[in-house]
């Protein structure tokens, strides 16, 4: 069964760093989305991207924040400039729509990022 | 604007105990999706079901069933004959058909052998 695949699973990294995840998406899906879950906290919505494109974001997907698809496989999240509460999981996920009209949303085992 | 509620945030079960997790939703939108999705303990986040707006017929899989009441705006999923292998944290969320999903905070399920 395809899979959204996220690496990496666990990273440390010092206050102040900056830190890349990257993602690969189900390869037919258009729409690809990061989101946010703080340890025993609600799963939180990032940004969501469309045709090489934001089309959304939430009010912390600040300047410190930025996404891209460099390469046509590849969906990075990139986080500048780290701070303490940035340690989260971090969730990858692609949209398909299928013929019902209903977006499920297939996420990604999630990148587990502690800032120290 | 979209709200998901789950208003248990633990419920502790003995083995083979039925257990209902409950979800309501606000939104203005009449056309709609609704979902649960299962964190287990490794933390990846899973699919169970979706139904949507126009559709209110319960849905039964296995021991999982679903409870769809529109003039409630409530989603309910309970777990049959639970197992210890049903702990987690369960999700509820709205999509109406916009850019993102809303998940409700979650309600962490325990399943005591």
Not at chain 1, 83 to 89: G, H, N, R, Y
Not at chain 2, 26 to 35: C, I
Request: glycine share 4%.
């Amino acid at each position: 069964e395809p899979e959204v695949t996220q690496t990496p699973s666990h990273q440390v990294t010092q206050m102040g760093q900056e830190v890349i995840l990257r993602c690969v998406p189900i390869s037919n899906h258009l729409y690809f989305y990061w989101y946010r879950q703080i340890l025993g906290q609600k799963v939180e919505f990032l940004v969501s991207f469309y045709n090489n494109e934001i089309s959304e974001k939430s009010e912390i997907f600040d300047d410190q924040f930025s996404v891209e698809r460099p390469d046509g496989s590849n969906f990075t999240l990139k986080i500048r400039s780290t701070k303490l509460e940035d340690s989260a999981m971090y969730f990858c996920a692609s949209r398909e729509t299928d013929s019902s009209g209903a977006n499920v949303l297939t996420f990604g085992a999630g990148s587990r990022l502690t800032v120290l | 604007a979209q709200k998901v509620t789950q208003a248990q945030t633990e419920i502790s079960v003995v083995e083979k105990e039925d257990v209902t997790l409950d979800c309501v939703y606000e939104t203005r939108d009449t056309t709609y999706y609704l979902f649960w999705y299962k964190q287990p303990p490794s933390g990846e986040l899973v699919f169970l079901i979706r139904r949507n707006s126009f559709d209110e017929q319960n849905e039964i899989s296995g021991r999982y069933s679903w409870n769809f009441q529109k003039s409630t705006s409530s989603f309910n999923f309970t777990i049959t004959a639970s197992q210890v292998v049903d702990s987690a944290v369960y999700f509820c969320a709205l999509d109406n058909y916009g850019q993102n999903f809303v998940f409700g905070p979650g309600t962490r399920l325990s399943v005591l052998p």
